[in-house]
T-cell receptor, first 112, second 112 residues
């Protein structure tokens, strides 16, 4: 299984809602990533978990809250988002740092 | 994290021609240089990578060259085909480092 699975594929939420994005991999990878991608821009690193511990937090606003319940799962909890947070959120995993990233298909988020 | 500059931002070639995309990096400690391809509406996928102990790596029509002294590396695509049309991203990091950031991207269009 070489897949990274993200749910939901699409999410529309209001600025007062609370929602979560989920990511799952069963490749035994120990590093998991959240990226944000706006149209015609590169993926922008948000968070990295290494061995289930948060190793990188790119000064992301607290309305984004990551969670890594176990080595296969990665969540991104969303609360009080702004319209400018609308983007494609990509999850990725790798065997370790500095190795090939395997991306999920992404969750396209629209904040109204 | 490492900052990578990527040029050109757009590139248009005729089918069968070669395409070259260049990236420069600033941190001399960087030793892992991957290239990702993102087709429209799809996830980024690794197409080739190189570590700093070699100067060139080839995989069929794709090659990457690395100049450690000048701190730049390039992606070469020969005999381009319409299916090579995509956005290509470079990155530079240290092997075993989780901090994977991408260049701004190059939109390659191959005209039939």
């Amino acid at each position: 299984d070489t897949e990274v699975t993200q749910t939901p594929k699409h999410l529309v939420m209001g600025m007062t809602n609370k929602k979560s994005l989920k990511c799952e991999q069963h490749m035994g990878h120990r590093a998991m990533y959240w990226y944000k991608q706006k149209a015609k821009k590169p993926p922008e690193l948000m968070f990295v978990y290494s061995y289930e511990k948060l190793s990188i937090n790119e000064s992301v606003p607290s309305r984004f809250s990551p969670e890594c319940p176990n080595s296969s799962l990665l969540n991104l909890h969303l609360h009080a988002l702004q319209p400018e947070d609308s983007a494609l959120y990509l999850c990725a995993s790798s065997q370790a740092g500095g190795r090939e990233l395997f991306f999920g298909e992404g969750s396209r988020l629209t904040v109204l | 994290g490492e900052n990578v500059e990527q040029h050109p931002s757009t590139l248009s070639v005729q089918e069968g021609d070669s395409a070259v995309i260049k990236c420069t990096y600033s941190d001399s400690a960087s030793n892992y240089f991957p290239w990702y391809k993102q087709e429209l509406g799809k996830r980024p996928q690794l197409i080739i990578d190189i570590r700093s102990n070699v100067g060139e790596k080839k995989d069929q029509r794709i090659a990457v060259t690395l100049n450690k002294t000048a701190k730049h590396f390039s992606l070469h695509i020969t005999e381009t085909q319409p299916e090579d049309s995509a956005v290509y991203f470079c990155a530079a990091t240290q092997y075993n480092n989780n901090d994977m950031r991408f260049g701004a991207g190059t939109r390659l269009t191959v005209k039939p």
